[in-house]
């Protein structure tokens, strides 16, 4: 009964979805004010109803209901009930519900958080939502709706969740990823509802700031929290892979950087209109495709399109009309006026347009990268992986220029710098990198070119950022600090977040030492200064797995205990799939990293030890780099009610200014 | 002439959906190689276990396959069971462990076992590229005298197997 109940709640949301992304948007055409005034309370019952659809499948997971098909294939009686609960977003039609979750709570968010916007854009915004709601509540109902029964033959026990996804990590990273991936929704909302009213202007850039800082704080801590998953999860000790899924999540991220950093100019100066524009229709695209990609299992299996042509259809319709009546409406609605503001070479103009090509370019590369194997394996039906090589060979040196024009960006000022201050402020820190960074690069044992261009880099981006916080306190004084906005404080910390992840990333990969061998038990061995000692292995019975578990002690040269590793070997016993669980102890400095190969015989087994200098940096400096976004959304100036002058002149002010 | 430069984006996109489109429902194809019929490029590369040197006269004597591979590729994976019935039946399979952390590639292989007679360790990408080769994996037929026959591209499944290279493979072997 529950899940029909859920089903009718969805066809009921869609509904709503319909009037939500018709009504006000013929209502802001024709200026009536009763039609777009129904925008919010069709937000707000959508929402209600798909929340409700999403409370009744978690219902069904952690009461067992294996008469849904889904539950059936994803859960099992001896799975813990926090996984049971994450197991509704483990899978393609869960994961579409969450999405459509998220949505909602996206819609819900701007309905009231914007009460300052003008009636007939908050109309648009709304409408424009409403209708990516529609599309993806079809998706769910026509083709993959997690409340199809098993009946009458439904089975007395479930399939279980993939081990894979059983995991601390998986019930907080896809709703952080999905935040994120929405939350561009509202950007691209905003934009589109600019094009249709004909109004870009420093205060539609002013409107989508905090929401896409926001989103994009959202993923990029979903990011991160993948790549830490990955590391812990997979055992192998990488981070990153070039995968298909982790593409699918950067890219976004990228050009929401992008986007982040040109709103600033629209709302500085009204330049980039039209740029700023595409960006904003270019990270939700991105993040639909990605969301498509990922979900359909198009890319990781990628017979799941062929195999399933209904759903690889309806992805393609629904991303044409998306993505296709944007750029249409962009075309046709952009300004092509010449803009009349002028901004010389040096100017924190020019820099921003450097950033965005850059971070253009690089999305470019990865999304060639990704895509070029799908596209073959659709021509020739050869299936093959572009691989680290090829990324790693384009997208480092592009993020090494980015960085080195990042100083030089945060030192110009908008639109015209003289170049012979510009060169008294740059050299001493170009100086002063040369020293640090190469003075960095002498301690280390032995050279490498790689590192010592990041050292040269992190150095010149640290001290940019000093001395333009110096430069700012000129006049001040040193109280001057507590005056400034926290978005400046935001921009220089993500900045500085991206010099601990660059840090962090070129350290590990750099100065890891790993050893593979075989320990019996009262063995141990030397490495990077410690002592790892294999006390033996003991069998060990989870919920729902078996488990032999290893005990490492680890010693320092002084013989004195550090810590004790658990590394485990489990066999998850409803799909007799054999997981690696590596034992960690993380530090600030260095990660130990102990993973159990194969059992060897007579209680010895094939161990795997990692030491990884630094390598918590690189999630330490995403989680920077999110918390300074955060800092930019919660400025003043956001908050502030502003009078938005109102272009027809004959109507009431709008409701709740 | 303004308004065209910004039909640009929706060109690529239009584009790009039309590609993925004809991709749905377009029959699979060969990948064809130049190098059919040449012998297989001389080498003098490091294997991936052990500290011997492989050159390109130790693959000669019998027909064999000689596979494209590397930790970083996911397909790999995919393809490596299938390798490893493969040489369980007796089929000779060399390995070519492409642009790769050797210390992976032995993890890997004591992972997930070795279906390779020889193993050449190709960490620049020399081989390869003398190969032609794309991406990973790919698999070279040769025969007893080193000649490149038939180049796969893409997983070797047993339906692969089956259909397309096992034909070749014997007909090689009663040459």
């Known amino acids: 009964m529950i899940p029909e109940l859920a089903n009718l709640a969805l066809i009921l949301a869609l509904c709503l979805a319909v009037v939500q992304g018709t009504v006000p948007l013929v209502g802001a055409w024709l200026g009536a004010h009763q039609w777009m005034r129904l925008a919010r309370p069709l937000v707000w019952g959508q929402s209600a109803l798909v929340l409700f659809a999403f409370l009744c499948l978690a219902f069904a997971f952690l009461s067992d209901d294996f008469s849904v098909a889904y539950v059936a294939h994803n859960s099992n009686t001896a799975l813990p009930w926090y996984y049971k609960f994450s197991a509704v977003w483990a899978a393609h039609e869960g994961s579409l519900l969450l999405w459509a979750l998220t949505l909602s709570g996206w819609s819900v968010a701007v309905s009231l958080g914007s009460r300052q916007l003008p009636e007939e854009v908050l109309a648009r915004v709304l409408a424009v939502m409403g209708l990516i709601s529609v599309g993806f509540l079809l998706f769910l109902l026509h083709t993959s709706n997690p409340f199809e029964r098993l009946l009458p033959y439904s089975p007395d026990n479930g399939r279980d969740l993939n081990p894979l996804l059983q995991d601390f990590g998986l019930i907080v990273h896809p709703p952080m990823l999905y935040m994120g991936y929405v939350g561009f929704s509202v950007a691209f909302a905003f934009a589109i509802a600019a094009l249709l009213g004909g109004r870009l202007d420093a205060a539609w850039a002013r409107w989508s700031r905090p929401w896409t800082l926001v989103a994009w704080c959202f993923l990029g801590v979903g990011i991160v929290l993948g790549s830490w998953w990955a590391y812990y999860e997979l055992g192998w000790g990488g981070w990153w892979f070039w995968d298909p899924v982790e593409n699918a999540s950067l890219m976004p991220w990228l050009v929401g950087t992008a986007l982040l950093h040109s709103l600033a100019v629209t709302e500085k100066r009204g330049v980039f209109k039209s740029w700023t524009v595409l960006l904003a229709v270019a990270a939700f695209s991105l993040s639909l495709l990605g969301t498509f990609l990922v979900r359909s299992g198009v890319l990781t299996s990628v017979h799941a399109f062929a195999t399933d042509p209904e759903r690889g259809t309806f992805i393609l319709v629904f991303l044409l009309i998306v993505v296709g009546s944007s750029l249409a409406l962009f075309a046709i609605r952009a300004p092509v006026v010449a803009s009349q503001v002028r901004f010389g070479l040096w100017s924190r103009e020019t820099l921003l347009l450097v950033n965005n090509l850059l971070l253009v370019v690089s999305t470019a590369t990865i999304l060639l990268g990704t895509l070029y194997p799908l596209l073959l394996d659709a021509l020739t039906g050869a299936k093959l992986s572009v691989g680290p090589p090829y990324f790693n060979a384009l997208f480092l040196p592009l993020m090494a220029v980015l960085l080195f024009s990042l100083t030089v960006g945060v030192l110009v000022r908008w639109k015209e710098t003289p170049w012979p201050w510009l060169r008294q402020m740059l050299w001493p820190i170009g100086l002063g990198a040369l020293v640090l960074g190469g003075g960095l690069e002498l301690m280390r044992e032995s050279f490498h070119w790689g590192s010592l261009l990041v050292y040269l880099l992190a150095a010149w981006v640290v001290l940019g950022v000093v001395r333009e916080l110096l430069d700012k306190l000129r006049h001040t004084g040193f109280w001057g600090v507590f005056r400034l906005p926290l978005s400046y404080w935001g921009m220089h910390l993500s900045h500085l977040g991206l010099v601990v992840c660059a840090l962090g990333i070129v350290l590990s990969s750099q100065e890891s030492v790993e050893r593979d061998l075989r320990m019996a038990p009262t063995e141990q061995v030397s490495l990077g200064g410690y002592r790892f000692v294999f006390e033996g292995t003991q069998s060990i019975q989870g919920p729902n797995y078996r488990s032999e578990r290893a005990t490492l002690s680890v010693l320092d040269d002084q013989g004195e205990l550090i810590t004790r590793l658990y590394p485990e070997k489990r066999l998850y016993l409803v799909q007799q799939m054999p997981m690696t669980e590596a034992g960690i102890d993380a530090g600030f400095t260095r990660d130990l990293y102990v993973a159990l190969g194969e059992p060897l015989g007579d209680g010895a087994w094939a161990v795997r030890i990692h030491i990884k200098p630094f390598i918590r940096w690189i999630w330490l400096g995403g989680l920077i780099i999110a918390l300074g976004g955060l800092l930019a959304a919660l400025d003043a100036r956001y908050r502030r009610v502003f009078k938005t002058p109102k272009l027809t002149a004959s109507e009431p002010a709008p409701q709740g200014a | ?175």
Not at chain 2, 20 to 46: D, H, N, T, V
Not at chain 2, 72 to 90: D, I, S, Y
Not at chain 2, 163 to 171: K, M, R, S, T, V
């Open chain 2, 1 to 175: 002439m303004k308004r065209l430069v910004l039909l640009v984006p929706l060109v690529a996109f239009l584009l790009l959906t039309l590609f993925l489109y004809r991709g749905l429902f377009l029959k699979p194809e060969e990948l064809p190689s130049a190098l059919i019929g040449k012998p297989i490029p001389a080498f003098s590369l490091p294997a991936v276990e052990g500290q011997s040197l492989i050159t390109d006269k130790d693959l000669l004597g019998r027909p064999a396959l000689l596979n494209v591979w590397a930790t970083w590729c996911v397909a790999c994976r995919v393809e490596h069971p299938v390798l490893n019935r493969l040489a369980a039946q007796g089929v000779l399979i060399y390995g070519v462990n492409y642009k790769d952390d050797n210390a992976m590639a032995r993890q890997w292989l004591a992972d997930f076992l070795n279906p390779y007679r020889l193993n050449i360790q190709d960490a620049e990408g020399r081989l390869g590229f003398d190969l032609g080769v794309y991406g990973a994996p790919e698999t070279f037929l040769l025969d007893k005298n080193g000649i490149i026959r038939h180049k796969f591209v893409g997983v070797i499944t047993d339906q692969v197997w089956r259909e397309q290279l096992a034909p070749l493979y014997q007909e090689l072997q009663g040459e």
